[in-house]
Nanobody, 115 residues
Framework: QVQLVESGGGLVQPGGSLRLSCAAS????????MGWHRQAPGKQRDLVAMINSAGGTNYADSVKDRFTISRDNAKNTVYLQMTSLNPEDTAVYYC?????????WGQGTQVTVSS
């Protein structure tokens, strides 16, 4: 089993920045993909960004050039640096890990962008 613990959410003003972290523990294999999805009230959960074991990344069009995903393999941790935040970024952000045994999700962390 794999456990994911997210941190770093909160309230930020428009134009501000936040960094989310997600630490994986348990039976984490060597090759895995990690990433972030988000879900706003009344909307479906959408992919924000992902990073594979080789460091390759993929972003939703709405966050390109504003968000950066990175990972520390030694710590089994993925980060999401978010800049130029706007109210449309308000959502619960969920970390995920995909490996050969399945897909695992964190509990979610709230990000609210408001003045």
């Amino acid at each position: 089993q794999v456990q994911l613990v997210e941190s770093g959410g909160g309230l930020v003003q428009p134009g501000g920045s936040l960094r989310l972290s997600c630490a994986a523990s348990g039976s984490v294999g060597r090759l895995y993909q990690m990433g972030w999805h988000r879900q706003a009230p009344g909307k479906q959960r959408d992919l924000v960004a992902m990073i594979n074991s080789a460091g390759g990344t993929n972003y939703a069009d709405s966050v390109k050039d504003r968000f950066t995903i990175s990972r520390d393999n030694a710590k089994n941790t993925v980060y999401l640096q978010m800049t130029s935040l706007n109210p449309e970024d308000t959502a619960v952000y969920y970390c995920h890990l995909r490996d050969l045994t399945g897909v695992y999700w964190g509990q979610g962390t709230q990000v609210t962008v408001s003045s």
